[in-house]
């Protein structure tokens, strides 16, 4: 007799550097009012969705074993948020390929919530509008509803609310991987201290920026790189500043922390030139290792269909 096996949804979603991080002021809620230019890459994770008795977690990769399986991951939250949404229980095993490095200001915890939001949206044939899964998105982190949309993105607000940029070409990358993570609020708290402390420098608007995007010429675009957190991460982690200079030394046109860090991202003139970088701060000592990757990609998608199967 055939039996009829569930196939799982499977869903790739992107990694992020933000371009242009402007942190303003310290809100009521606890969060910094934001405007920043996302733009999503290929370093990806993979995450898979699958029919089964009660809600699980399994995380594979080279970070696997720092991620947490049970309700402290975003993917559990997201799942439990949507099934409460559809009235049903959250029997789901969730597999989580991790590519991209864990608390490494990357938004890996963000992509792999995204991904859930897609892949169960589809398992579950909820048909859940854009703006729906949006909303969703933001109540499980201010970088979710990015890890969704992909492409490149002003972000306002805590950073969940997006505008596409227009973005011409695209852009090469190397990643330099720390061998810790940097915890977010500890760096925006660090951030606040140095400015209760000194007054720090402030990024202006991202409008230059955005021209650069337009014109699509990583060299006009690499100087107008800035990330208001940088001076905090590098506060908390001085040895990032010998992987910056390291980058640039190696031939890259620009080198910024990504995000909360302590991911360092160097833009590169071109693919060639993003490999040879790649090889040189691979064999310069200041990361874990490197990576290489390009951007913009797309949001949250499905790479498979979400068919049942027989076996
Ligand atoms: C800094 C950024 C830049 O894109 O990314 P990462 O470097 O973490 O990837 C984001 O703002 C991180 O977004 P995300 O990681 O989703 O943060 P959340 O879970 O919403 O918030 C975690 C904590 O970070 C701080 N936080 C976050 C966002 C914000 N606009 N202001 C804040 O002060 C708060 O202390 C909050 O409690
Ligand atoms: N799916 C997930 N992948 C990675 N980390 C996760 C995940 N879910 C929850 N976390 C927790 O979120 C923290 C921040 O991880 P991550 O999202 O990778 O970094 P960042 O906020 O710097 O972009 C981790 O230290 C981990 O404890």
Partial sequence: MLSVVPRPVVVRAPSKVNLHLAVGDLRDDGYHELKTVFQALSLGDTVSVVPAETLSVKVRGE???????????????????????????????????????VAGGMAGGSADAAATLVGLNA???????????????????????????????????????????????????????????LSTPTVFRELDRLRADGNPPRLGGPEDLMHALTT??????????????????LSLNPGLRR?????????????????????????????????RVSAELAGAGVCRTVRVASGPVPGARIINDAAEGSH
């Fill in 63 to 101: 970070d696997a074993r720092v991620v947490p399986t049970d309700s402290g991951n975003l993917v559990w939250q997201a799942a439990e948020m949507l099934a409460a949404e559809a009235g049903r229980r959250p029997d789901v095993e969730i597999a989580i390929d991790k590519g991209i490095p």
């Fill in 123 to 181: 398992l579950w044939q909820l048909d859940l509008s854009r703006e729906e899964l949006d909303g969703f998105a933001a109540k499980l982190g201010s970088d979710v509803p990015f890890s969704l949309h992909g492409g490149t993105a002003v972000g306002t607000g805590r950073g969940e609310r997006l505008l596409p940029v227009l973005s011409r070409s695209t852009f090469h990358w190397v990643l330099a991987l720390a061998k810790g993570g």
């Fill in 216 to 233: 699509g010429d990583a060299a006009t675009l690499a100087p107008l790189l800035g990330n208001d957190l940088q001076s905090a991460a």
């Fill in 243 to 275: 992987t910056l200079r390291a980058g640039v030394a190696a031939g890259a046109l620009a080198g910024i922390v990504s995000g909360s860090g302590p991911t360092c991202a160097f833009l590169c003139a071109e693919a060639d030139a993003a490999v």
